[in-house]
């Protein structure tokens, strides 16, 4: 079923495949002109760089000049997942891929077809499968949305989390985390008996070390808004996403997750998507309170709506 992608791969095109948080769009990681179509068919700045993708631990060494032993731990612990780490880089490594960056982030993803695909093509530099500026896609259809009707796609239906990798910066200390995901940083904190914190984003304009952070991805053409109070009655031409308060009547453009962060985050980008369909002017989000950020989805949640919110 992969051969056809694995034969565009290797003859450097371009394609997208599902992993377990977003699809990516993906190019052989030593191709320079595929990694090249990879900007271009996104309309990615050049500065922003890209993360490795693997298929086994070994494959870390083709990439990373030296593994340092947390790192080691944190691999043992999360891989193949939700993890990306950045290492310093071998001098080898494409610049079009880390931006002239001396770091490279590497991911090794779980989901089953992902892992087939770069066992037989070879690692692969994969962003997520949207134009610049456009939410992750989730499913086929919104790669398609994007990129058109006769884009190569490995169909695998919805991804499972919805939300991208956590980044976390293990070249120096402290560690850093350039983007929180869905392993949060107690959790890593706890495997490596370290602090790790969460960097603030870049300012635009600014030589940045992890340059996406300072880039408003995530946006849908609707205006996305925090909620500023429970509202008595829905507005006819907005999306609302709650998930403690609720509102009546509730009709398709109020979403109640009564808690359930992990089903917020698995929707989010399609709801996003779902608006624009509808051409609705606004997407209405309840903030979260001080207690829901015990949850790592809720850290997540509210980097990419924070994003979006501008
Ligand atoms: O879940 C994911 O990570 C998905 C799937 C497809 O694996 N990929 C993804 O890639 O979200 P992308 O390109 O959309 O986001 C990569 C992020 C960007 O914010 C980029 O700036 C950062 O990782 N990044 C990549 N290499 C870096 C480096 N050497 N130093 C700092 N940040 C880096
Ligand atoms: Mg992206």
Redesign the pocket.
Known sequence: MLNKYVKLLKNGEIVAFP?E????LGASAWNLSAIRMIFDQKGRPTD????V?ISSARMVEDFAKEIPDNALKLMEHFWPGLL?L?FHKKPEVLDVI?AG?D???I?W?KHPLAQELIAQAGALV???ANSSGKP?PTKPEHVREDFGADFPVIEAGETDIGL??T?L?ISEEPYQI??PGAISPDEISKIIGTKVTVAEPAAKNTAA?????KYTHYSPHATVKWLEANPQKAGQNALYLLHSNKLEPVNQNIIQYNGDFKRMAHELYDRFRQADHETLNAILIEPFKESDFKNPYVQALHNRISKAVS
């Open positions: 992993t948080t977003v699809y990516g922003n760089p890209l993360i993708h990306t950045i880390t960056l770091t490279v982030a991911r993803p994969a962003p997520s992750s991208e990798s980044v910066d350039y983007r070390k992890s340059p996406g952070t």
